[in-house]
T-cell receptor
Framework: RKEVEQDPGPFNVPEGATVAFNCTYSNSASQSFFWYRQDCRKEPKLLMSVYSSGNEDGRFTAQLNRASQYISLLIRDSKLSDSATYLC???????????FGRGTSLIVHP | DVKVTQSSRYLVKRTGEKVFLECVQDMDHENMFWYRQDPGLGLRLIYFSYDVKMKEKGDIPEGYSVSREKKERFSLILESASTNQTSMYLCASMGPNQPQHFGDGTRLSIL
C-alpha cells in the first residue's frame, strides 16, 4: 500500500459546485498534514495546513480524521480558477521528510 | 515570504554532459530538497540536505549528486546526463515544523 494515496480524478465539476477530495495515509505516526495546489507546468504551492480540529480558509475547508487515517479538502462554490491538481502531503512524527500523494486533478467548467 | 530561486526555468543539454542545477533560498532554512516530477509518477525525492555539507539520498539518487557548501544554496548535479533524466526538477526548502516552499522548477531536456 502506498504511504499516501489520492484518487487521481479528474473531477469534472460545474462552476458553483461543491467538491471534496480525500487523501489516505498509511503511517499512524504521521503528524503534519498539508494541501498543496499545482497548476499545469508550475511548482506546487501551499494551499493550507490541516489541523486536528479542522480549519477553513474562505471557500476551502480541510479536515483530519486520525482514526480512519485520512484528510479531506472541501471546496465550496467552485471557480474556474480552482482548476488545478491538488496534492496531499504528510509528514511523519520525528521526521522532516514530506511524503506527497500523486495528486487529484480538478477541472471546473462553465 | 519565503523565496526559493532556481537558476534556470528551461535548460537543454546533450547526453553525457555534466549538468548543474542551482537552488537558493533566502529564509535560512536548514532543510533543502531536490525532486523530479514526471507525468503519472508524482514528485520523487532525489536528495535532501539537513545542514551545510550534509546530504542524504532520497528515493531515486542514481545518476545524481548534490552539493551544499553554503546554507542558502543546494546544487543538483547530473554527472553524465542521459535522456531518461529529461524531467521537471523542483527544489524546495523547509524550516522546522513548517511546510515546504518550492522554486519555480527547471524543465530540463536531455537530447
Amino acid at each position: 500500500r502506498k504511504e499516501v494515496e489520492q484518487d487521481p480524478g479528474p473531477f469534472n465539476v460545474p462552476e458553483g459546485a461543491t467538491v471534496a477530495f480525500n487523501c489516505t495515509y498509511s503511517n499512524s505516526a504521521s503528524q503534519s498534514f498539508f494541501w498543496y495546489r499545482q497548476d499545469c507546468r508550475k511548482e506546487p504551492k501551499l494551499l493550507m495546513s490541516v489541523y486536528s480540529s479542522g480549519n477553513e480558509d474562505g471557500r476551502f475547508t480541510a479536515q483530519l480524521n486520525r482514526a480512519s487515517q485520512y484528510i479531506s479538502l472541501l471546496i465550496r462554490d467552485s471557480k474556474l480558477s480552482d482548476s488545478a491538481t491538488y496534492l496531499c502531503v504528510v509528514i511523519k512524527g520525528g521526521s522532516y521528510i514530506p511524503t506527497f500523494g500523486r495528486g487529484t486533478s480538478l477541472i471546473v467548467h462553465p | 515570504d519565503v523565496k526559493v530561486t532556481q537558476s534556470s526555468r528551461y535548460l537543454v543539454k546533450r547526453t553525457g554532459e555534466k549538468v548543474f542545477l542551482e537552488c537558493v533560498q533566502d529564509m535560512d532554512h536548514e532543510n533543502m530538497f531536490w525532486y523530479r516530477q514526471d507525468p503519472g509518477l508524482g514528485l520523487r525525492l532525489i536528495y535532501f540536505s539537513y545542514d551545510v555539507k550534509m546530504k542524504e539520498k532520497g528515493d531515486i539518487p542514481e545518476g545524481y549528486s548534490v552539493s551544499r557548501e553554503k546554507k542558502e544554496r543546494f546544487s543538483l548535479i547530473l554527472e553524465s546526463a542521459s535522456t531518461n533524466q529529461t524531467s521537471m526538477y523542483l527544489c524546495a526548502s523547509m524550516g522546522p515544523n513548517q511546510p515546504q516552499h518550492f522554486g519555480d522548477g527547471t524543465r530540463l531536456s536531455i537530447l
